[in-house]
């Protein structure tokens, strides 16, 4: 197996900040059931009290011990004793005239980050971050400007879905039938920071998501973002298998290494290569590649033929993003009509080449416009452009 790739980033270790109880939230069911056994619970109860303690988490919701009405009242007392059940705390939420969500939540050590809920006709979809801030840098994304503070553990970023679904009401109610509507059928992960860089919390964050006694979603209605961190590309496939999109932006190194830098390290013939087995390995349909469309940078008709060029063999659908601006943003958005010319070439090639539409634009939460600073997280995208005015 390939190491994994570290950066020199704090990540919180799984004990407990001092002064609280250990978080039973974020913990894999091995990690639940030892983590039982570890406090008292006889080996042989552990794997049957796992279970219990799961689906009041994860499939309820419930976030008190005196509520898993299944379990004893000495044995709810020895947890209400023993462990927490955390999720990161509502700051700000905001929602946009397109019905569009934004949560600022506060994780632990007072750190922020922001999640954003898109509803759509017939599904809803949860972009959710991983890291505090962004180490990348892409010199169109206003995350990139942000320095990156540290990585999510596993509670903070399975907490993410958790509070959408709390704010939604989108939990089941124990003694009632189970709610079939999902408000939240997709999650992704293009929120905050680069997911290959935090990989093992993303990892153990997703498979509690797509456990089938809890939240149960399944692994392609989850889709991992990556810049191209080409390392842990395969170990994507084989220890989580969901969705795979490429933030891929230009057609030449030359563009690219200016976009995204990441691409100085794994350049494009590289990063497709990785690629190119990605399908096999997941047993996913396709690979997203995204494009955000710059006028002047990189929305030619040449830049359509030679992307066509570039990904012919992989499965994959194009998803064309209109760039969203942000105060002192150093591009533009290409003309509509230029949009559409550059679709129509990679349509024509064979490839699906959505347009995605600009949802919550009014508000920041667009793709692209995520930044956690708590006074950015306050105010209007209007207070923040007048601000950028006055100089």
């Not at 705390?89 to 999640?115: C, F, N, P, W």
């Not at 503070?149 to 124990?174: C, F, H, K």
């Amino acid at each position: 197996m390939t190491a994994p790739i570290t950066q020199d980033v704090l990540t919180l270790p799984r004990k407990a900040p001092e002064g609280l109880k250990p978080n039973l939230i974020g913990l894999t069911r091995p990690q639940l059931r030892a983590a039982l056994v570890d406090a008292g619970t006889p080996e042989k109860q552990a794997r049957m009290r796992e279970g219990q303690i799961w689906q009041w988490l994860y499939h309820w919701g419930v976030r008190d011990f005196a509520s898993m009405t299944n379990l004893s009242k000495d044995y709810r007392a020895f947890l209400e004793q023993t462990f927490d059940i955390r999720v990161p705390a509502i700051v700000t939420r905001q929602v946009s005239a397109d019905g569009t969500r934004k949560y600022l939540l506060r994780i632990d050590g007072g750190h922020e980050v922001e999640t954003v809920y898109i509803p759509e006709e017939g599904r809803g979809t949860l972009c959710i971050s991983s890291q505090v801030g962004c180490t990348l840098t892409c010199s169109f994304c206003h995350t990139g400007t942000q320095k990156l503070v540290r990585n999510l553990t596993a509670a903070e970023i399975v907490g993410q879905v958790m509070v959408a679904r709390d704010d939604l009401a989108e939990w089941s109610v124990p003694g009632q039938p189970r709610k079939e509507e999902r408000l939240i059928s997709n999650v992704v992960l293009m929120g905050m920071g680069e997911p290959l860089y935090n990989f093992d919390n993303v990892r153990d964050a997703m498979q509690i998501v797509m456990d089938g006694e809890g939240i149960s979603l399944s692994r392609r209605r989850i889709t991992l973002s990556t810049s191209g961190i080409v390392p842990e590309i395969a170990r994507t496939a084989e220890e989580i298998g969901c969705l795979l999109a490429i933030s891929f932006h230009a057609t030449t190194d030359a563009v690219r290494d200016r976009l995204v830098p990441v691409n100085k390290k794994w350049n494009i013939d590289t990063l497709l290569g990785a690629l190119r087995d990605y399908p096999r390995l997941s047993n996913s349909e396709r690979i997203t590649f995204e494009y955000v469309m710059l006028k002047g940078v990189n929305d030619s008709d040449e830049d359509a033929r030679r992307l066509v060029r570039l990904i012919r063999g992989i499965p994959a659908k194009i998803n064309l993003i209109p760039f969203n601006e942000w105060p002192g943003a150093p591009y533009q958005r290409s003309d509509w009509d230029r949009i559409e010319a550059f679709a129509d070439i990679i349509f024509k090639a064979g490839y699906a080449s959505p347009i995605r539409t600009p949802r919550g634009e009014d508000i920041m939460a667009a793709c692209g416009q995520l930044k956690s600073a708590t006074e950015r997280g306050r105010k209007s995208a209007s207070q923040i452009a007048a601000e950028a005015a006055k100089g």
